[in-house]
């Protein structure tokens, strides 16, 4: 499996890390163009695809005894023959900032991309790992028509409250199943859901904490 990876933050780098641990894909290829040509995470102006960063994330995966292989494309024509593209968000793109705002840079990723998308890689399952979430994949959904689109949705809160749990329980997050529901712009945790090792919660926190 070839996976795409859109977006210049260094979650960019933290999922093709997982992935190449997980195995999941035999081949990992972070993608910009010619807009966004700035993708700090991997690449700069001073390195190239074999130096810099992205060399020091590919002998990080040869030391962890991982086979697979990690490209970077200055092109959109790197997507091509890719079975999924995650859409990360792009450099900056963290910390506080309106929904607006958010909305903003967000489709304006997607519309650089989506032309790409449907030249190279019409048949990928695209995954929406971008703030707003639900927002983007409906945009993306009505501009690529019957692409396979997943969107996150409340997957980076749920995920915050996993980490949030298992640090105050002092367990590990593998040991910690948690829920957080609500739109692109309100998040609800539901505590009445969370377990550590199939205990509830509410057995192991007071409803203040």
């Not at 060399?55 to 697979?68: C, G, H, I, R, Y």
């Not at 959109?76 to 607006?100: C, K, N, T, W, Y």
């Not at 703030?131 to 949705?153: E, F």
């Not at 640090?167 to 550590?196: F, M, N």
Request: hydrophobic share 45%; charged share 15%; with cysteine.
């Amino acid at each position: 499996m070839k996976v795409a990876l859109l977006g210049n933050s260094q979650l960019a780098v933290s999922a093709a890390w997982g992935l190449c641990q997980s195995e999941a894909a035999h081949e990992i290829v972070f993608v910009s163009d010619a807009t966004s040509n700035k993708n700090r995470g991997v690449s700069s102006k001073e390195d190239t695809p074999g130096s810099g960063r992205l060399q020091d994330l590919v002998e990080s995966n040869a030391l962890s005894a991982s086979d697979t292989a990690i490209s970077f494309s200055n092109a959109l024509e790197g997507l091509s023959g890719a079975d999924v593209i995650m859409l990360l968000p792009p450099m900056g793109q963290s910390g506080f900032r309106s929904a607006q705002a958010s909305k903003t840079t967000g489709i304006a990723l997607v519309r650089r991309f989506v032309p790409g998308i449907q030249q190279h890689a019409p048949d990928a399952k695209i995954l929406m790992a971008i703030s707003p979430a639900n927002y983007i994949a409906a945009w993306t959904h009505q501009a690529l028509g019957d692409a396979k689109i997943i969107g996150l949705g409340n997957g980076a809160a749920t995920a915050h409250l996993t980490a949030e749990i298992a640090k105050r329980v002092e367990v590990s997050v593998k040991d910690v199943t948690a829920l957080a529901i609500g739109s692109d712009w309100e998040t609800y945790p539901l505590p009445q859901y969370c377990r550590v090792n199939g205990i509830p919660l509410a057995q192991l926190m007071s409803e203040a904490e």
